[in-house]
């Protein structure tokens, strides 16, 4: 890599052509007092930089990023082409998107240019590789950031064009496009690619197609993926070593992440989370991000450093929220604790969201306080767990084309949620301080012990078939109500559910009832797993699948309806393994004790005991083995370090046995020889 940080990159989004000299002069001291190493700039400069088609205006930019590298910072370097300029719009007004009702609409906002438009691609790699000529050796260039947040849907003639020809590209002839999209139904049948549309209608109609939106969702993530790629091959030939990536936003579910970020060098996440998010929220995302390269370190390209405006209610961040946030990136396999933004803006949308300067431009504020604590904290730790990989034990088969086609089905209940779905499992298993990962489902599943495959509703080809090899080598999987219903284009398996699973969970699903979201089932365990949980009965909810056991063996019983009596949950043994299926969805108490038990069976230990609302992480890093425990209850909490004598690196103490972390505090051990 051209630029090998030697510590955790710690800075973030710097606007600085919103200042004056006095203003960048005195951001430069704040960012040295701070400890700021990495600026990401200038993500909306297209206008400034290029005031009319093909003639630049840079030297703003020299000056600035010559500052920054005096003061000894790097920068990452963003292609401005998110929000293109109103010169591109007004004169070639294809760059301008369509949204689904048909309207065409006006410039103005940022990330809002179709991303088929050949005149955008052609305008953004000719800024792109003006900025790779200029600064392309500079040398406090760390990396290349292509645009911001992706994920425009447009619904314009230019797409519709190019629909088709991916249709056609995927599936050859209409007679197989009619096939595999089941066209038979309502008379859909096409006797050409030109006489199918762009997936217009609204999803709450009722009448919509959800394959043709599925594949449609597929063709946005290529397109969008071709626009990455249209700036980044510019830029990978002028900079051979330098990586680059695009930030991904909160909102996943619009592009498939596995996808676009297997042609960037890094993951790089925009970690938002709500007030209100139970701790393994952000800590499930952060671990799909690892997962997006295989386990790869990824970067929290940005997070809040304090409230911000675009929620309903903009909370605060509590003292000591900040960091510990920032902690727990860095716990999951984040090289970086980045930020929007490093100055707040006087002006625009953005005006109220939080900042390490704020509109007061000082620095006897509690959030730079807090911040430049940290980035003394984090120089202190330096490369010790950059390039960390976490070594996990259990896996979770997570999958998009598997999220859109399942939530974009019509039954057989309105709330359906891939992501809560997929909490509610990760959560227990999270809890009990168990490395996780996420996994693609084409990913290696050797190393685990235990695989949770939720809602795993679309089988693509060969997977149930490496699952199976899973269990019989002596692997535990988990499957759900929901599970092998479809195959990639969405048509429902003929035989029974779970299809090419069947064998594994060793049953067949006759029907599945959708609950009221008030409405409650009972799984009733049977005698010997009484014995091993705290109560003999615990509640389930959202679907019941009523299954006809083959070789599966049952462990819990409905305890309502007229399917009472009948099997809740079973296992099936099968070579040296087990599969698990649950047949409804259990309260949590019930998935917590259910996990830990799983994880023992398996001798998938957490990494230390502990109590109170502690997490545990621990990274393979350049320096050995690092622990990370966050304290993310508002008591005291403690984690039970055993005999060994560990060192915090961030105070220096050596510690055994129990540690005690206050509330929000953080301790990242290094265990001592
Ligand atoms: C996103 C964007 C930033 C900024 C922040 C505000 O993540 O990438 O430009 O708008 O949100 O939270
Ligand atoms: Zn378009």
Request: net charge negative; with cysteine.
């Amino acid at each position: 890599m051209y630029y090998k940080p030697s510590e955790i990159l710690f800075g973030g989004d710097y606007n600085p052509d919103q200042w004056d000299d006095t203003v960048i002069e005195q951001d430069m001291r704040y960012f040295k007092e701070a400890g700021i190493n990495l600026v990401i700039l200038p993500v909306f400069s297209w206008a400034k930089l290029e005031p009319s088609e093909g003639v630049y205006s840079f030297e703003w930019l020299d000056q600035i990023l010559d500052k920054i590298w005096e003061n000894g910072i790097h920068f990452c370097l963003a292609t401005p082409t998110v929000a293109q300029p109103a010169w591109l719009s007004k004169q070639y007004p294809e760059v301008l998107p369509v949204d689904i009702s048909g309207r065409k609409r006006t410039h103005g906002m940022r990330v809002f240019f179709c991303y088929n438009s050949l005149k955008y691609r052609e305008r953004a790699a000719a800024i792109a590789e003006e900025m790779a000529k200029r600064y392309g050796n500079h040398p406090g260039l760390a990396a290349w950031h292509v645009a911001n947040e992706y994920g425009t849907y447009c619904y314009c003639e230019n797409c519709q064009q190019k629909f088709r020809l991916w249709l056609k590209k995927r599936y050859g002839t209409v007679e197989n496009l009619n096939d595999k999209w089941y066209n038979s139904f309502w008379g859909r049948t096409v006797y050409s690619f030109d006489e199918v549309y762009l997936p217009t209608e609204l999803n709450d109609d009722y009448r919509f197609n959800p394959v043709r939106e599925l594949d449609y969702q597929r063709f946005v993530t290529d397109s969008t993926l071709e626009c990455f790629e249209n700036e980044a091959r510019v830029l990978r030939r002028y900079t051979p070593d330098v990586p680059v990536f695009s930030n991904i936003s909160g909102h996943i579910k619009k592009l498939d992440q596995f996808k676009m970020v297997s042609k960037m060098d890094y993951a790089g996440f925009d970690n938002y989370p709500h007030p209100t998010d139970p701790r393994s929220l952000p800590a499930m995302k952060l671990d799909l991000m690892r997962g997006l390269k295989d386990g790869k370190s990824f970067l929290v390209a940005e997070q809040s450093p304090n409230q911000q405006n675009w929620q309903p209610y903009n909370k605060l961040k509590r003292p000591g929220e900040v960091r510990l946030l920032a902690y727990q990136g860095m716990a999951h396999g984040s090289d970086s604790a980045l930020y929007f933004q490093m100055r707040q803006s006087l002006g625009g949308q953005e005006k109220f969201h939080g900042a390490l300067i704020s509109h007061a431009g000082t620095d006897d504020t509690r959030i730079f306080r807090e911040l430049a604590q940290m980035g003394k904290e984090l120089k202190g730790l330096g490369d010790t767990f950059l390039e960390g990989t976490c070594d996990a034990k259990v896996g979770f088969l997570f999958d998009w084309d598997n999220w859109w086609a399942l939530e974009l089905a019509s039954g057989p209940t309105k709330d359906m949620d891939y992501l809560w779905q997929m909490h509610h499992y990760y959560r227990a298993f999270y809890e009990y301080n168990v490395p996780i990962d996420i996994l693609r489902v084409t990913a290696d599943f050797e190393k685990y012990k235990v695989l949770v495959a939720p809602l795993l509703y679309m089988m693509k080809e060969g997977v149930a078939q490496r699952l199976e090899r899973f269990v019989e080598r002596g692997g535990t999987l988990i499957a759900t109500y929901m599970t092998g219903v479809t195959d990639e284009n969405d048509r429902c398996v003929f035989g029974a559910y779970p299809g090419p699973l069947r064998k594994t969970m060793g049953l067949w699903v006759e029907e599945t009832d959708a609950l009221f979201p008030d409405e409650e089932n009972e799984m009733i365990l049977n005698s010997w797993m009484t014995q091993a949980y705290e109560k003999s009965s615990y509640g389930c909810t959202f679907l019941c699948d009523r299954l006809r056991l083959e070789t599966a063996e049952p462990l819990a019983y409905y305890g309502k309806d007229f399917y009472a009596g009948e099997p809740c949950l079973t296992v099936n043994r099968l070579g040296s393994g087990k599969a698990y299926y649950l047949a409804s969805q259990p309260e949590e108490a019930f998935v917590r004790e259910f996990a830990e038990k799983i994880c023992r069976e398996q001798g998938v230990e957490p990494l230390f005991p502990s109590e109170g609302e502690i997490e545990l992480t621990k990274r393979n890093g350049r320096s050995g083995e690092i622990w990370f425990a966050l304290n993310h209850g508002k008591k005291p909490g403690y984690v039970d370090l055993g005999e060994k004598t560990y060192q915090d690196l961030l105070t220096g103490k050596r510690c055994t046995g129990k540690l005690v972390l206050e509330s929000r505090d953080v301790a990242v051990l290094k265990r001592e020889q």
